[in-house]
């Protein structure tokens, strides 16, 4: 067995109380409660189909797209090898519609993240973030029709993670490059531009010492990359927007300001050379504070709410689109619309492609849905067929020679019947294509000056207590080892794995997290939880986040038994610590500490320097499974 980068447990703060629920009372009580399940699907005006264009076999996620000048099509993913290491893929679609084969890009790493396919003439550039040495940077390698790939080229050589790239071509063929960096201590935006063969220097976008987050970027006619972000520089997210011709940059231009966190941006362009941002809102005071009880803002959960914002930037003036987008978002998507993109087809119809959570049961069911500005209105969503995941998922949208937009997104086919049929193994996640059709109509909305509030002055960072012995100074860090997440949620209450890091890198500001989704504890019955694959991306993002001695990701799961043992959640030191597997039900002597213990030692800590902490934290529980103090074992407790 492989064994990966460390990250690090030492002494601290563990915050690790119970799964946080609203009592039944008030869920039941409250129409707009954290539960959500009362709330009725919302209406659609049908689906598009889409095509599968990666292994059924295999592991296929992290999709993106772009369409060639030729009549061509690229899509790129990665695919996982169902044990220790995945890897780049792409394929070619010629302009009469056949994919080509699989082509595999072979970059010397074992761990990738979030690939990028921009079209130049009839070849395509990828780019994407890549570790070997316990580092994402990003990489980069051209893709003749042919097949042929060029010598991979690496692009970042900085400590800590390069990641979250996006790119986007000119009609000269120059290919821009965003990126998220968090080589400074804190995240930044980077940006970089390929010219007549070479790439130019690198480039700080974002210019503040607060997290900046998820750049996106688009071109306009004339060369000039338009990058949007989200950052927490406010003490809460704002959008940001800023020009780059690839040497200078223009000012950054606040797009909103408002208390609410407003993040996970796209941005595009259109035959105006007006430029297009939209993003999600979650709320004021958002990740700061949770009560199942209290109506303080805020206090709902990292997930209790998601809307959609879109502002134009022209000619120095944000502006608000008029054309009312709730309008036509019914039912459960009044209240979850996150996760947009945006391009512009041939007939100038601006599109927005989102995600929905659509079911609340038997486990949490996502899809993306399209809905395009026609005049000065948008239509009645529609829905991207075999899109159902997890939250955690993008969509990647490119205009066609024909003027369609393609789009390109992850699923694991999940459905209120369609659910995982072992402990071990999760659906296979798998990239799919769709087209959607010309919107027939330009968006050409009524705009209005945006009135924006005066930005928020963030709190300090919290200082923590220090202590000197021998000469030697100690410092308390705070962390949290028991935050759930879109794998196996809490209804509203948990966020994304991606967003319950920004939780605990800027609103709760933590030294070190630790996500703790419940593996199979009950034979393989649950529908979600923590399996091969969730356990591996899971991981990958422990990795990604990391970037000691600021923040520390910490691997690990929740262990989720019947008394004595109860739940427990466990903390391993190094990346490749296996999944215990247990039937609770069936099977008690799974319940016995000391058969946990004795697994753990004969499957964890015979790993190379691998080293487990147990966390039990259901002691006093009066709904969950007590765990008793009849066992004492230091060694992992």
Not at 120 to 131: L, P
Not at 443 to 461: E, G, H, I, M, Y
Not at 551 to 556: A, K, L
Not at 592 to 603: A, D, T, V
Request: charged content about 20%; some cysteine; glycine content about 8%.
């Amino acid at each position: 067995m492989r064994l990966f980068r460390v990250g690090l447990l030492t002494a601290a703060v563990l915050v690790c109380s119970r799964a946080q629920q609203p009592p039944a009372s008030e869920q039941q009580a409250n129409p707009e409660g954290p539960a959500a399940s009362n709330l009725p699907q919302a209406r659609v005006a049908g689906e598009i189909p889409a095509e599968r264009i990666s292994n059924p076999q295999k592991q296929g996620d992290w999709p993106a797209i772009a369409a060639g000048g030729d009549g061509s099509l690229w899509a790129i993913w990665i695919e996982w090898n169902d044990k220790d290491a995945d890897r780049v893929l792409v394929k070619r679609r010629d302009a009469q519609g056949k994919w080509g084969s699989e082509i595999q890009i072979a970059d010397g790493n074992w761990d990738h993240y979030s690939p990028q396919i921009v079209a130049r003439g009839g070849d395509a550039m990828a780019i994407w973030s890549g570790q070997s040495d316990g580092n994402f940077d990003l990489f980069a390698a051209t893709i003749a029709a042919s097949g042929q790939v060029s010598k991979v080229e690496r692009l970042t050589t900085a400590r800590f993670s390069d990641f979250n790239a996006r790119a986007a071509a000119d009609a000269k063929g120059n290919v821009t490059v965003v990126w998220q960096s968090f080589r400074s201590g804190n995240s930044d935006i980077y940006a970089r531009r390929y010219t007549n063969g070479k790439w130019g220097r690198e480039v700080r976008v974002s210019d503040s010492d607060a997290n900046d987050w998820e750049p996106a970027i688009a071109v306009a006619g004339n060369g000039t990359a338009w990058i949007s972000w989200d950052g927490y520089q406010h003490g809460n997210y704002d959008v940001f927007l800023r020009s780059f011709d690839g040497e200078n940059l223009g000012e950054v231009s606040n797009v909103t300001t408002e208390p609410e966190a407003q993040f996970h941006t796209s941005v595009a362009v259109d035959s105006s050379d007006r430029v297009w941002v939209t993003w999600d809102e979650a709320g004021p005071n958002w990740g700061k504070d949770f009560s199942g009880v209290s109506a303080a803002p805020g206090s709902r959960g990292l997930h209790y709410s998601r809307k959609l914002g879109l502002r134009v930037y022209a000619q120095g003036r944000i502006q608000d689109v008029t054309a009312d987008l709730n309008a036509v978002l019914t039912g459960r998507m009044q209240r979850y619309a996150e996760l947009p993109h945006l391009a512009f087809d041939r007939s100038g119809t601006l599109w927005m492609v989102f995600r929905h959570w659509t079911y609340p049961k038997p486990t949490e069911i996502y899809h993306f849905y399209a809905t395009a500005l026609k005049g000065n209105a948008w239509t009645t969503p529609v829905l991207l067929a075999q899109s159902s995941g997890q939250n955690t998922e993008h969509a990647s949208l490119s205009i066609q020679r024909d003027g369609r937009i393609a789009v390109a997104y992850p699923s694991d086919g999940r459905s209120q019947t369609v659910l995982p049929k072992d402990p071990m193994h999760a659906l296979h996640y798998n990239a799919y294509v769709c087209e959607l059709p010309l919107g027939g109509a330009a968006s050409n909305p009524q705009l209005r000056d945006a009135k924006l509030p005066v930005a928020a002055t963030p709190s300090p960072r919290r200082p923590r207590a220090e202590m000197s012995l021998n000469g030697a100074t100690y410092r308390l860090l705070m962390g949290d080892s028991h935050r759930h997440t879109d794998i196996r949620g809490h209804s509203g209450v948990d966020g994304s794995v991606l967003d319950t890091y920004r939780y605990a890198l800027d609103a709760a500001g933590l030294d070190w997290l630790g996500v703790s989704d419940h593996n199979e504890v009950t034979g393989g019955d649950w529908p979600d939880g923590v399996r091969d694959y969730q356990w591996w991306t899971t991981q990958k993002t422990v990795d990604l986040m990391s970037h000691p001695p600021v923040f520390i990701g910490v691997y690990s799961y929740e262990h989720s038994l019947a008394r004595p043992s109860g739940h427990r959640n466990v903390l391993f030191l190094k990346r490749g610590g296996p999944l215990r597997v247990a039937d609770r039900v069936n099977k008690p002597e799974d319940n016995l500490p000391p058969n946990l213990w004795k697994w753990m030692s004969e499957q964890a800590l015979t790993q190379p320097d691998q080293q487990v902490v147990i966390v039990p934290h259901t002691f006093g529980e009066t709904r969950q499974p007590i765990a008793d103090f009849n066992w004492i074992n230091p060694s992992f407790d």
